[in-house]
């Protein structure tokens, strides 16, 4: 078992982590390795404000041997939406919008029902009745927002300019607003909009010039740079050939460039980072909105987002049977069996799959990338890690 080590502030034990837990995830991360349940694995933890570990191993690519590094790049999917949802937050805190604000007094084709009634909470939260990402529900023909749009667009006559959002809720409802989680990426596509709108500036734009630079976040942003692509994990052939003419200098071509699906924001999951850039976001929250002297957010909003908003809501997505879903604003607070951390722990996955877990009772933070050997959802490398990590804590 090769394990590649990153920087670190100080020894596990100085904080009071037990640092033969670290062997332990590495054996974990290897177990799952040789069994190809992933192909590797990064991480970096944080305990009192200090990473006390940051370290990869197996593979950075899936089509060749190439080692994954501390560093390693790789798109952080719905990660992205806590970024958003912070976004959102700023823009509240300087008094253009609010949480119970309706999305219609800012995107008219929400003006009318069963529409109307939809608040930017309701899109944060997942209960906004909006058809929800496909696979949630095992219904023969699901009306797909997506699938709505490029039907649409197939149809437009090229007069004005395509109506994006129009065609994504034409399917209406699956729920009445307010009654059901269900997990909407697409929702948060609609949030990023209202970030352009409100600010004057493309969301893509505003969350990188206002969150990730602020907290010096090198490796982070929507459009990887040259060094960041130099370090990116590689998912197909493909995207090999994309990286090396990129490096290259060679003009890429975007299968997007003057379609409507160029100009939608990619505020759902279009963030490329890594575990050790996640920290500083991670510990910026758990400092109430602030890393060292740099503040992206009050401690107030900070206690909203990671407060318990649903009551009583249920969840049936994947298959699951939740009477009460625990979720906040933009971030899921998901409690059971599964789980190790501390009450009023928030936490976000991403597809493919990373997560990034944050405990305030504790501070302890841990964010780590294990990208799917088959590509199907697995446990082991989720919730069994977190346990692993959090059982480190004297």
Known sequence: MEVLKGKVDCKPEETGYDSSRLEALNTHFQKLIDNEIIFGAQYTISHKGKIIANASLGSGSKIESVKMHPDTVFPIASITKTFTTVAIMKLIEDGHIRLNTYVAEILPQFAEP??????????????????????????????????????????????????????????????????????????????????????????????????????????????????????????????????????????????????????????????????????????????????????????KSVEVMTTQQLKNVPDYCWGANEPDRKYGIGFDMREGLAYNYSKGTYMHEGAGASSIDIDPKEQLAAAWFVPWNKGEWCPDPLYNVQNIIWSGII
């Open 114 to 299: 069963p529409f109307n009634g939809i608040t930017l909470w309701h899109l944060l939260t997942h209960t906004s009745g909006l058809y929800p990402d496909g696979g949630c529900f095992p219904e023969a023909a699901p009306k797909s927002p997506w699938e709505l749009m490029d039907e649409a667009a197939k149809l437009w006559n090229g007069e004005g300019e395509f109506d994006w959002i129009k065609a994504g809720i034409s399917g209406g409802l699956r729920r009445p607003v307010g009654s059901e989680w269900q997990y909407n990426s697409f929702g948060f596509v609609i949030l990023g909009e209202i970030i352009t709108k409100v600010s004057g500036q493309y969301a893509n734009d505003y969350i990188e010039e206002k969150i990730l630079k602020p907290l010096a976040m090198k490796d982070s942003a929507f459009r990887p740079t040259i060094d960041m692509a130099r370090k990116s994990f590689i998912h197909s052939k493909e995207e090999k050939e994309m990286v090396e003419a990129y490096l290259a200098g060679k003009s890429i071509e975007n299968e997007d460039a003057g379609t409507f699906w160029e100009k939608m924001p990619n505020t759902g999951g279009g963030i490329h980072s890594n575990t050790r850039d996640l920290i500083r976001f991670a510990n910026m929250l758990l400092n109430g909105g602030r890393l060292g002297d740099t503040r992206i957010l009050g401690r």
